[in-house]
């Protein structure tokens, strides 16, 4: 049962949500960063909406090149005890040599994030479908929109006194693609469309009203290795059908619809057979899209934001909305509702909810139009693949931290090899990158490939268990996260200067530092992080253990080992939160990763309330750190300045994210592209996500015990209402706010439920 705590009104009178939840552009896409993504978590597609040529970029989310490897280095484990050494005298430039000899994979690893032809692989585009208009040379009155509330994509212009609608959309039905073209003139309509990829095809068959392609990726050994397939369907009412040179040639046609599906053998299933099914039952486009929107409104509606504007500027086109949000964001707050819900539609359309075969988003979400993607659009598990999923529990989309979790289930069985070879240990260790494959092993060097994550994935097992207190997901993760403590506890070594109990060897992810001898250096023992995450795993499984009653003997040692961790911060001379053991010189003291602020964000060790001082020292780091980086470290910043209840602050760095990624003479920088896709740059979609995440932080907190109403409200948010966000103990909460205050709220949860609810700076008591 449930019940709803209301102060001052009931929910059912909340106002309406004015809200305009569409990206539209007045042009066709000249680059695929201004296309917009459509997608269900299996497939995606990306029109440019093209007057002549309609060109769609095509995707399928386990599209991987490689295949599975073992590139452990089982000799590793004798090594660890000299590189130990080498660290407990200071002599950490030699150490880290050692760790580049032994501390790495085998084998080509990432291929340096060139792996397409190696075996572990990448993430690949699927191909593209051509579609050239046969008769339309001259245009007017064209707009080109996505709108956020249906999850559908659509395009229209004229030619004169003729016009003419396109309109796409991928089910969250079926698995499937659907493109309608229309015009208000009966015979208007003549295409060609054919489908290209530029590698690995093996059959492209063109019969009638269908195209079927076939084919395998690389398995990175010089063979032949994950099989595909995508099927495309012509159904036209009134036009004729013919086929030339691969191509679909339909003439005199008033409306034209096409389906579009694509699978891989990944699942376990016959590609070709999959979408041949797919597309083989007569389909209806007025159906299939009344199911899609029943589908995608059931998850998307969950929650609605309004701030509201004097002025309104939705009757701008959106690239232009962001080149003003930059010189003044005040002036445009529905853009931030629109970039919230941008984050919440990219997670249901890149992930799949359902289904155990389901994968995560990569580090480009679904959508890719190269071959070579950047950096293997893998998962790299230093922030990046973490950051996708920090929005989708506290943004009501709780379901689709699923296909992550299972992810991390995967991996954690491929992390048990892995924690043998480098440290002859019990329990499982993943170190910063994995794949659809499993990869757990460090990567090939030392200063970015050398920090281990499995403790960083159980902070999401843990935070799903929180907001969703599913005793039986507990139960079912418990091991996991016992084994990842195991790990941790059996390697663990005594720093001889301070007598704490740290990791070792390890970095600060992707940073370095001098040493008083002059060189510089990455590996070290306990930096920041590690000492945070280490404390947070222990802490999460004694509390597992006490809700499960498990009386586990190994958790009963974690609570006595929890006084040999280092504290979780330490703040330097300075004042400044340190990120590693010893103080030392900085080599770029703006460096794109924050992670010593772990204690801030994910975790809830850093509390202006509980913890002053240590604020204090995490708000002179960011001060020093600075305001830039790439795009999805402004958005871990949004993050880090809501956790110290800095609104304005918070809205500065989301203002910096959301800075046009394209200057007017071509040069890219870090921001946001015109299709609102985050700039790292080239795109990483970990920025969008974080971005919506940072947003919801600034309406509500939970990680303190308590429910946190309007943190960090900016000044410029004087009025708005929020319906529908996710908090800590499986409850959703409502807020209604004037002049910056709250007039009022609801809270919905288990009857009988105790909580704590911090209304406008007080604490209050309440029992739902």
């Known amino acids: 049962m449930k019940n709803i705590l209301t102060i001052l009104m009931c929910v059912c009178c909340l106002t309406s949500y004015a809200q305009d939840l569409k990206l539209w552009y007045d042009k066709p896409a000249k680059i695929w960063e201004e296309t917009l993504p459509l997608g269900n978590g299996w497939i995606g597609m990306m029109p440019n909406g093209g007057v002549q040529e309609e060109n769609i970029v095509l995707n399928e989310i386990s599209m991987w090149s490689g295949s599975p490897q073992d590139p452990n280095n089982y000799n590793a484990y004798k090594k660890v005890s000299s590189i130990q050494e080498l660290l407990f005298q200071g002599k950490n430039d030699?150490?880290?040599?050692?760790?580049?000899?032994?501390?790495?994979?085998?084998?080509?690893?990432?291929?340096?994030?060139?792996?397409?032809?190696?075996?572990?692989?990448?993430?690949?585009?699927?191909?593209?479908?051509?579609?050239?208009f046969l008769n339309n040379a001259t245009y007017t009155q064209y707009r080109r929109e996505l709108d956020l509330e249906t999850g559908i994509a659509s395009s229209h212009y004229s030619n004169q006194d003729t016009s003419y609608f396109r309109e796409y959309f991928v089910s969250q039905d079926k698995n499937i693609g659907a493109m309608r073209f229309s015009s208000n003139k009966k015979f208007a309509i003549d295409i060609a469309l054919h489908f290209y990829r530029d590698e690995n095809v093996k059959t492209h068959t063109v019969k009638g009203n269908t195209i079927l392609v076939e084919g395998n990726l690389p398995n990175g050994y010089g063979g032949e290795g994950l099989r595909y397939a995508t099927k495309f369907l012509v159904v036209n009412k009134d036009g004729k059908i013919t086929n030339y040179d691969n191509q679909i040639i339909v003439k005199g046609a008033q409306e034209i619809v096409i389906y579009y599906t694509a699978s891989t053998d990944y699942y376990e299933h016959h590609p070709t057979q999959y979408v041949e099914n797919q597309l083989s039952e007569k389909l209806d486009y007025a159906t299939l899209k009344k199911q899609h929107l029943r589908k995608y409104k059931e998850v998307f509606d969950r929650v609605k934001l309004n701030i509201e504007n004097d002025t309104v500027q939705s009757h701008l086109p959106t690239d232009k909305r962001l080149a003003n949000f930059f010189q003044n964001p005040a002036k445009d707050n529905n853009l931030a509702v629109l970039y919230y819900q941008f984050g919440r539609y990219l997670t249901i359309s890149s992930t799949a909810r359902d289904s155990d075969k389901a994968l995560p988003p990569n580090l480009q979400g679904l959508w890719a139009h190269q071959i070579q993607t950047p950096w293997n659009g893998d998962y790299h598990l230093n922030v990046n693949a973490q950051m996708n999923h920090w929005g989708v529990e506290v943004n009501n989309l709780s379901e689709y931290?699923?296909?992550?979790?299972?992810?991390?289930?995967?991996?954690?069985?491929?992390?048990?090899?892995?924690?043998?070879?480098?440290?002859?240990?019990?329990?499982?260790?993943?170190?910063?990158?994995?794949?659809?494959?499993?990869?757990?092993?460090?990567?090939?060097?030392?200063?970015?490939?050398?920090?281990?994550?499995?403790?960083?994935?159980?902070?999401?097992?843990?935070?799903?268990?929180?907001?969703?207190?599913?005793?039986?997901?507990?139960?079912?993760?418990?091991?996991?996260?016992?084994?990842?403590?195991?790990?941790?506890?059996?390697?663990?070594?005594?720093?001889?200067?301070?007598?704490?109990?740290?990791?070792?060897?390890?970095?600060?992810?992707?940073n370095g530092f001098r040493l008083p001898n002059g060189k510089v250096a990455s590996v070290v023992m306990g930096p920041t992080i590690d000492n945070q995450i280490v404390r947070e795993l222990y802490i999460s499984v004694i509390s597992a253990d006490s809700i499960l009653q498990k009386k586990d003997q190994f958790a009963s040692a974690l609570k006595n080992d929890l006084n040999l961790l280092p504290p979780a911060v330490v703040v330097s001379k300075d004042g400044r939160v340190m990120e590693w053991l010893e103080d030392y010189e900085e080599i770029e003291p703006q460096h794109r990763h924050v992670s010593h602020l772990y204690g801030l964000y994910p975790a809830p060790f850093i509390s202006p309330i509980t913890t002053p001082e240590w604020a204090s020292a995490a708000r002179r780091t960011l001060?020093?750190?600075?305001?830039?980086?790439?795009?999805?470290?402004?958005?871990?910043?949004?993050?880090?300045?809501?956790?110290?209840h800095d609104g304005d602050h918070a809205l500065e760095i989301l203002r910096q994210l959301l800075k046009p990624a394209i200057n007017d003479q071509g040069k890219i920088s870090a921001g946001t592209y015109p299709n609102l896709f985050c700039a790292h740059p080239p795109f990483q979609i970990d920025g969008n996500?974080?971005?919506?995440?940072?947003?919801?932080?600034?309406?509500?907190?939970?990680?303190?015990?308590?429910?946190?109403?309007?943190?960090?409200?900016?000044?410029?948010?004087?009025?708005?209402?929020?319906?529908?966000?996710?908090?800590?103990?499986?409850?959703?909460?409502?807020?209604?706010?004037?002049?910056?205050?709250?007039?009022?709220?609801?809270?919905?949860?288990?009857?009988?439920?105790?909580?704590?609810?911090?209304?406008?700076?007080v604490n209050e008591n309440k029992i739902l």
């Open 401 to 510: 931290h699923k296909p992550f979790i299972n992810l991390i289930k995967r991996v954690a069985k491929e992390g048990e090899k892995t924690a043998k070879a480098y440290y002859n240990a019990p329990g499982w260790v993943v170190y910063m990158m994995t794949n659809v494959w499993g990869y757990s092993a460090p990567g090939e060097h030392a200063s970015w490939g050398a920090s281990t994550a499995s403790g960083w994935l159980c902070n999401h097992l843990w935070e799903h268990y929180l907001f969703t207190k599913d005793k039986a997901y507990l139960n079912e993760v418990y091991p996991i996260l016992k084994d990842a403590a195991l790990f941790y506890k059996n390697t663990l070594v005594q720093d001889p200067k301070t007598k704490y109990w740290v990791t070792s060897p390890s970095v600060s992810p992707e």
């Open 623 to 644: 001060e020093v750190r600075g305001d830039g980086g790439t795009g999805w470290s402004r958005a871990w910043k949004i993050l880090f300045w809501a956790r110290l």
């Open 94 to 132: 030699e150490a880290e040599k050692l760790v580049n000899q032994n501390f790495v994979c085998v084998g080509a690893g990432s291929g340096h994030g060139n792996g397409a032809k190696v075996p572990y692989g990448c993430f690949q585009n699927l191909g593209y479908l051509n579609i050239h």
């Open 689 to 761: 996500f974080g971005g919506s995440a940072g947003i919801a932080e600034m309406l509500v907190q939970s990680h303190e015990g308590f429910i946190h109403l309007l943190p960090a409200l900016p000044a410029a948010w004087k009025k708005g209402e929020v319906k529908g966000l996710r908090v800590r103990g499986n409850m959703t909460v409502d807020i209604r706010w004037e002049d910056n205050t709250i007039i009022k709220y609801a809270v919905k949860g288990p009857k009988g439920q105790k909580i704590q609810v911090r209304v406008n700076g």
